[in-house]
């Protein structure tokens, strides 16, 4: 579907409006770096800023035009995304195995605050121009997809120009800070003057139907209403449904409590009469013409008066107050749940189907409103999982679960008695399916596993060869740099030669004889004989070094560093008479290996402030975006990537943008994590390191924080609140 011409013209304007707006901000960067005593850059950033000032002065065209074309880039990329037309790579398949690690990471957590800083800064601004670019696609509710102008765009672009400035990591997040902040402030008047253009053009600005309310709206609710989450919020919604307060009875001490409850829910006469089954039988004929592709509330589905006049009779049909008052909550959970805009239209109408059944169950089985475990409840938690688990359109793994879920509310809505033992084997059926989906997808990724197995054990290999040669080096006196490249790098080699070549490979003794050889050379005894010993030595003991360097990628400046720190040593080491010596006690040299050769940490690394809004729901403003009462980012890191399951999903900010995942696999060790990504074969390969970076970082998510059906929960409590 091509774009429409009006939001093509709002997106040719802002476009031509960019250079001013790069241009503006390499002028204010540029001023607060030149300022950088007054400014509010951090000590460490302060040490940077003259290599800064004169890269961006060398570098000013290139920063504008990476920042442009980038821009541009991202920008096409939104509009193809709303089109449904975007073409992506595919890391980790046909082109080989792209792995995240803890580097990759730190890029997109620099991105990540970026964003954010220009989201809080512009906040209202971006949230008034999505209103108005809501209209221009023609959508009936706001969203912050319908802008393509959006923060990340901007962070992305900011990135990619501080890149072509400086190869310097820590210069290019110093950049970044800095000109995410200017950038921030010019965004801000640029997005209010998009509006007011948009205004004057005579577009309308769309209306809000999401709103949630900060911490301060919960004050003066009941305690019971305070939380959808918390037992006994489905009985107390139940009182407070029209149709029979006074005869509402919730089973305590009452003789009519259904058995097997506890007490606890509605008690039902279980007596239906013929006007009922009657009104019940209608409604089901509606739902069963519900079209697949859009719920009830969409033009091309059932119309909303007629289901309401269904309803109104069945809720004039039924026997007791009770029963009244159970299907007016089955039925404002259903209109919630369907008018939920995380669950695909496609989804709805699955979840519609299942609503007269629900009924029946709910009137049958009073424990279905006593606990949010019901089958019922954990069946439409599924559902409502499985469709935002699939938000591309045309993803064919989506459409296997979507036809799995109708044939399944098919199956139910048919059942002449349905109860929780039915609901229980049809999500059974369905986490089972979902169980073959992974399974599958885990069989195409098979040479990514395969891959990741390698690197799993290479690692694993790495690190006991690293501490055997730290407890080998520990007598001996020789500089930092040689200490870190036979403990780190040659360990490394090594490990590569063992698993590749096996050990009794001739190559792969070479290069642990090497180690002896090595060792033996940089503490050479002052006497004839072992210089000529040396001598003869040298020539194969570098070509085996260079050999091993080159088999593991060892850049070319730390192959030559190692080089000529061996020469110095070497030369050293030829010459007769006596040798200074280090100097250094047993115990200081113990030390200091310590300090050079301890394995990197997997906590927060350079970036211990890095953080993103938790959410990063581009349309809900920061001032409410306060700590769910069901969250638990606060646990420790890598608890939470350590409990990762299969099949689990998750909202995952990799490769600079938010992406929906779902874990397929794990490695023996769990060093390794393979996800499959938001469109078939696409598959991300991540570190637990890097994943736990993330988590730190607020970058790995829960896909959904609450529920489908808490939400469509907490939606009536803010009804009941407002009554």
Known sequence: MPTAPVLQRFVDDELARAPAIVERTLAGAMQLLRDSKDSALSPNERNHHFELVDGLQRHAAAFQRAFIETLNGQVAQALQEQQGTLAVDVPGSSAGLELMDELRVEVDIEISRAMQLIDTTAEWELRELQTFTSTLIGQHHVSAESNPFRPLA????LWQAACVVTAVPVQ?????????????????????????????????PGIYRTVLLTPAAAVGRSPALADAS???????LLSRMPGGVAELRLGIGGSGAVAGTGGIGPTLTAAHTAEFEQALARLEELLVQLPASAPPSADAGLPPKRLAVFRAALVASAGTPVERQTIELLSRIFDAMLADLRVQPSFQAVLARMQASALRVALREPAM???????????????GEVSAGHPRPGDTRGAAVLSCCHALAEELARAAVPDSALYRRA?????????????????DAEATVAALRLAEKREIMEQHLSRRLVDQM?????????RRFITRAWAKVMAEAILLRGEDDETTRGYIKLVDQLLWSVQLPDHPQSRQRLVSLLPGMLQRLRSGMASVGLPAAEQEAVMNELMTVHTEALRPGARGAAGLSAEDIVQRMRDEVLPETTGPMAFSDSVIDLSSLDTVPADVMQADSTTTQT???GRRVETLRSAQRLRLFVHGRWAHVQLLWRSDQSLFFLFAGERPTHTHSITRRALERLATAGL?????SRTLVQRALDSLIREQARA
């Open 230 to 236: 918390k037992p006994g919020a489905l009985t107390s």
């Open 172 to 204: 290019r997040a110093t950049l970044l800070r800095v000109c995410a902040g200017v950038t921030a402030g010019l965004l801000k008047n640029a997005w209010a003057a998009a509006c007011t253009r948009l205004e004057s053009q005579g577009v309308q």
């Open 635 to 637: 646990d420790d890191p």
């Open 474 to 482: 520990v007598p001996l006196r020789t500089s930092p740099g040689i």
């Open 700 to 704: 790995m998510l829960p896909l959904e």
């Open 369 to 383: 409103l006593a606990s949010h475990q019901h089958a019922v409840w954990l069946l439409f938690d599924r559902i």
């Open 427 to 443: 999500l059974s059926r369905l986490d089972l399916f979902i169980a073959e989906q992974v399974m599958a997808q885990l069989r």
């Open 154 to 157: 901007y962070a992305t672009a």
